[in-house]
């Protein structure tokens, strides 16, 4: 029998290291969703444990979505997000109209929190001690001082428009995971804001825990 059985359908499983950025970002969107879902916590591609996932991931996080449609089997957290919103987010409920202004600002936001640092990440489980020598805590602390000052000049609680968007979910790891780097958050109120302003949602505390942080 097919390693995805019929009581399958419409499942979706992550694949993620404990702490990812990118990882928790799927998790919180997953739960947002309500897409049923399972999170495994691995540290590398071998250590997962479905074979025909393992088979196919060459980068974590990844994800096994099988959908009516099909076996979906994605790889990278930007190509997953991507896949999730289109996929079941039909009702906007996060994502913006395509081609709006506020779709332009989401993108411009996510190509600047998807770049350099997700290349820096501290190994599972180890504490940098906020050095700013350190090319990561370098390189989270201009994420810091950027997001610190637009928050500043925004009329609204989140970083695009008046609600919640895949911008805000992005952004939202980089403060969740401030002691790895050894820094202190609240040296940046603003970012600190949008830190509790997320982790009063029910769906963050969920997917936080699932990937080991709260």
């Not at 602390?141 to 979910?169: C, F, N, P, W």
Request: contains cysteine.
């Amino acid at each position: 029998m097919n390693v995805f059985d019929e009581e399958k359908r419409g499942f979706t499983a992550l694949y993620t290291p404990s702490r990812s950025e990118d990882g928790i970002t799927v998790a919180i969107l997953l739960e947002l969703l309500r897409q049923p879902h399972s999170v495994h916590i691995v540290d590398k591609v071998e250590a997962i444990n479905d074979v025909e996932a393992r088979n196919t991931a060459t980068l974590l996080p990844a994800i096994v979505d099988t959908a009516d449609s099909g076996v979906k089997k994605i790889i990278d957290g930007n190509l997953i997000t991507e896949y999730l919103l289109g996929r079941y987010d039909k009702d906007l409920k996060l994502s913006c109209p395509e081609g709006s202004n506020q779709a332009r600002e989401v993108d411009d936001w996510l190509s600047f929190l998807n770049g350099s640092a997700h290349h820096f990440q501290p190994p599972s489980g180890d504490n940098l001690s906020g050095e700013e020598t350190t090319p990561s805590v370098r390189e989270v602390l201009r994420i810091y001082l950027h997001l610190e000052q637009q928050l500043q000049k925004m009329l609204t609680q989140y970083l695009v428009g008046s609600r919640l968007t895949l911008a805000d979910l992005v952004a939202f790891p980089f403060a969740a995971t401030a002691d790895s780097y050894g820094l202190d958050l609240e040296r940046f109120p603003q970012v600190t804001a949008l830190y509790n302003r997320l982790m009063s949602e029910h769906f963050v505390r969920r997917a936080l825990a699932a990937v080991k942080i709260a």
